[in-house]
């Protein structure tokens, strides 16, 4: 299963064609995937129209849909940013960490196009779906 981010859920809806769309595309016909409560939020709260709301709404909850968060993703992603900003790296946001972090304490592959996961990749463990075969 696979995990997808709300910065590619946002560029699928938009109908951009990216890698990362792309990919999505091929998932929705071929592996179960998973999308996060908080994901769920991040994109549903971007759609202006009722009618498109509910629509993205109906797809998205057709799929597994998985509690990020919790007491233990919580410690661990604030250990995760410590790590990373040890490093000289600073995440920008607190809800990537938290996604970043329970895919990679879950064992799930994440498909995302935001940059601020990209250290959690190189550093961290955090399977990226894009590269996984």
């Not at 498909?111 to 894009?130: E, I, K, N, T, W």
Request: aromatic fraction near 8%; glycine fraction near 8%; include cysteine.
């Amino acid at each position: 299963m696979i995990l997808v981010d709300s910065s590619v859920w946002i560029d699928y809806f938009r109908g951009t064609q990216t890698a990362q769309t792309e990919k999505l595309d091929d998932l929705l016909r071929s592996e179960p995937i998973a999308v996060g409560d908080l994901i769920l939020t991040e994109v549903l709260q971007g759609f202006g129209s009722e009618r498109d709301f509910n629509e993205a709404k109906r797809l998205l909850t057709t799929l597994q849909v998985v509690e990020l968060g919790g007491q233990d993703v919580a410690i661990q992603a604030a250990r995760n940013f410590r790590i990373l900003r040890g490093q000289g790296i600073t995440v920008r946001k607190t809800i990537d960490t938290l996604i970043a972090t329970w895919c990679i304490e879950n064992g799930f592959p994440l498909l995302y196009s935001d940059r601020d996961f990209d250290p959690f990749v190189q550093h961290l463990g955090l399977r990226c779906a894009l590269l996984d075969a």
